[in-house]
């Protein structure tokens, strides 16, 4: 019984040293810098669906008029402002095509609002996300 409560108190230390989600402080600091207390009217992607759910967590789940939806149920035609978060850790894909938009004709149309260590987020028009896709 011993080795096993010291095995699981070893578990629970080892998450202090190395986070299951390193990308938690920089994607807070973000997140939190960029729309908590502005009442913004936009619609946030993300990469993936784990960093839309974290990105509602990390705001308390108080959106307000602030949509989080994964890149994935982008619609044809998306309206209003938009966002796009990347977690470079967590999906290195999704940075390499911002990366290689940054040397097309679509960087005129997209720029960056902020960074966090491995964690950006992009302000983009429509035709920019379809091709992010």
């Not at 936009?42 to 990390?58: G, H, I, K, Q, V």
């Not at 911002?98 to 997209?110: E, G, P, Q, T």
Request: with cysteine; hydrophobic share 40%.
């Amino acid at each position: 019984i011993t080795l096993v409560c010291a095995l699981l108190f070893c578990n629970y230390l080892l998450d202090f040293i190395k986070p299951p989600y390193p990308y938690y402080r920089s994607h807070k600091k973000l997140v939190e810098k960029a729309f908590v207390g502005k009442n913004i009217t936009a619609t946030l992607f993300s990469a993936d669906a784990t960093s839309a759910e974290m990105t509602e967590y990390l705001l308390g789940f108080k959106t307000g008029n602030l949509r989080i939806l994964p890149i994935d149920s982008a619609k044809t035609t998306n309206q209003g402002n938009l966002y796009y978060l990347i977690v470079g850790g967590l999906n290195p894909t999704s940075q390499k095509k911002v990366d290689s938009l940054k040397n097309s004709h679509a960087a005129s149309r997209f720029f960056l609002v902020d960074k966090e260590q491995n964690v950006s987020l992009y302000k983009l028009d429509d035709s920019t996300l379809q091709l992010l896709k």
